[in-house]
């Protein structure tokens, strides 16, 4: 079954390292999203792609960055962590069609 | 800006009792509202949208404009029903890029 996938589930990481969060899906869906997920703040949107090579700044896009080489994949990059970024982290594909959005499991980071 | 505001963090109801989650947006245009659903380690689904007019699980939503306001109902709840809820809206042109309130968790008690 066509499916989203996100990797790794949990990872702890320290403050100032890089870390890169992986979000593959199958569907061959265009538009891709990342979402961070804080008790208080909702889902709030980091960065979004609409296709190969397009990516776009969201709500809190400061301190993290995406690539969309192709379609099935759009990484979320933290080039320097820091605890603010210690999350809940959600990739989610847009199925046209049906007019809605896929998410995938999520990836818990802890940055100490 | 659209805006979507849900102002309970927290809404516990006896099983059988009826349950409105609240969900209030700002957007001076017309926009699509959804409500999505987050069961104890599962995945983020949706669970209704307003073009839809539907019914999903005995949960209603109805879109009043005048109250910029898309509220969630269920006339009974039920244990199952138990989750996180988020209201989120749309725009015109921007089909697939979500606007997520704070979210409501319910819970329903014996």
């Known amino acids: 079954d066509a499916e989203i996938t996100q990797s790794p589930r949990h990872k702890i990481t320290e403050t100032g390292r890089q870390v890169t969060l992986a979000c593959h899906q199958t569907w061959n869906h265009n538009n891709m999203f990342w979402y961070r997920q804080d008790l208080g703040h909702g889902l709030r949107l980091i960065h979004y792609?609409?296709?190969?090579?397009?990516?776009n700044k969201g709500e809190v896009s400061d301190g993290y960055s995406v690539s969309r080489s192709n379609t099935e994949d759009l990484p979320l990059t933290l080039e320097s962590a820091a605890s603010s970024q210690t999350s809940v982290y959600f990739c989610?594909?847009?199925?046209?069609?049906?007019?809605?959005?896929?998410f995938g499991e999520g990836s818990r980071l802890t940055v100490l | 800006a659209q805006r979507v505001t849900q102002p309970e963090k927290l809404l516990s109801v006896f099983k059988g009792a009826p349950v409105e989650l609240k969900c209030n947006y700002s957007?001076?245009?017309?926009?699509?509202l959804f409500w999505y659903v987050q069961y104890s380690r599962q995945r983020l689904q949706l669970l209704l949208r307003h073009i839809s007019r539907e019914s999903i699980k005995g949960f209603t939503a109805d879109l009043n404009k005048g109250e910029t306001s898309f509220h969630l109902k269920k006339p009974f709840a039920q244990e199952e029903d138990s989750a996180m809820y988020y209201c989120?809206?749309?725009?015109?042109?921007?089909?697939?890029?979500?606007?997520f309130g704070t979210g409501t968790r319910l819970q329903v008690t014996l």
């Open positions: 989610a594909s847009f199925d046209e069609g049906a007019g809605e959005l896929f």
């Open positions: 989120a809206l749309t725009t015109t042109g921007t089909a697939s890029k979500l606007t």
């Open positions: 792609s609409y296709g190969v090579q397009d990516t």
């Open positions: 957007y001076s245009g017309s926009p699509e």
